[in-house]
């Protein structure tokens, strides 16, 4: 498995755009760690989960502002947030480990 850096939120969100699944280690709120396997390609999310509008200035606004990004967590089949300054790490589907360095 290689390593990689992300320094960015916004780099966060192009790595994760980039591949079809990932899987994310993060730190909920209640500080218990996490791993979920999610994506943002929209030919894996169920039809009824597809949101109808998209609005990419809030997405930015939430992103910039608070670091964090919607993905839809494969096995829960829905809609989570997750925080990039919680986040330790991405993985991709042919194991590229990228680490979260801020």
Not at 1 to 9: G, L, Q
Not at 28 to 57: Q, S, Y
Not at 80 to 90: E, L, T, Y
Request: charged share 40%; proline share 3%.
């Amino acid at each position: 498995m290689t390593d990689e850096i992300i320094r960015t939120a916004v780099d966060f969100l192009e790595k994760v755009r980039g591949e079809d699944e990932v899987r994310i280690k993060f730190r909920k709120v209640d500080g218990t760690e996490r791993i979920m396997r999610c994506t943002l390609n929209f030919d894996k999310v169920p039809r009824n989960k597809i949101p109808k509008d998209v609005n990419l200035a809030r997405m930015l606004n939430l992103l910039r502002k608070f670091k964090i990004i919607h993905v839809f967590d494969l096995d829960k089949d829905d809609w989570r947030s997750v925080p990039f300054d919680r986040a330790d790490w991405v993985e991709t589907a042919d194991n590229r480990r990228l680490t979260i360095k801020r």
